[in-house]
């Protein structure tokens, strides 16, 4: 950060007792014409930026509108993925009905945070797998081994579990 405005930035927060880290701090080119201004210089898209468990990035609607669309942030997903997977590991044992309430928990509190615009394909995904976590884990609870598509189809037809929701309302 070496411009004017980051050191005048820099002078502000510290007025209030707060600093900016800088290897968590860049200025990036974002923006309504950020995508024109670095084509005509011959550089790549603009950057993104992660923010509250959200990469952002600039993008256009179907009509040809600038918009920041936000998606889940890869590390988070993945993070939350293996924190979910070793929970089933530890609730292995449990009945399928307890295991299934846990779960619906699970996947509504996540819609309920990244069901935003522009985000159905990271929700998506994340069922998808959490669907495969499950049956994976079914699958260790005896030595005889798998619990095959079929029987685990006629399963989650008994214990349905919710298909992702976009919970934000759009603007205009």
């Not at 214990?159 to 205009?172: C, D, N, S, T």
Request: aromatic share 12%.
């Amino acid at each position: 950060m070496g411009s004017s405005s980051s050191r005048h930035c820099r002078d502000r927060l510290k007025q209030f007792g707060l600093s900016v880290h800088e290897g968590k701090t860049r200025l990036i080119e974002f923006g309504r014409f950020a995508v024109e201004r670095r084509a005509a210089a011959g550089r790549r898209r603009p950057a993104t930026f992660n923010f509250l468990g959200f990469t952002h990035y600039c993008s256009k609607t179907r009509n040809g509108k600038f918009v920041v669309k936000r998606k889940t942030q890869a590390k988070r997903l993945a993070r939350k993925l293996k924190a979910i997977r070793e929970d089933m590991l530890d609730r292995m044992h449990t009945p399928v009905r307890e295991q299934h309430r846990w779960l619906r928990q699970v996947l509504r509190g996540h819609y309920q945070y990244y069901g935003v615009i522009f985000n159905y394909r990271a929700l998506r995904m994340f069922k998808d797998c959490v669907v495969r976590l499950w049956r994976k884990t079914l699958g260790k609870r005896s030595q005889k081994g798998r619990v095959t598509w079929a029987s685990y189809t006629r399963l989650l037809a008994a214990f349905p579990l919710p298909e992702p929701v976009i919970q934000q309302a759009w603007h205009r």
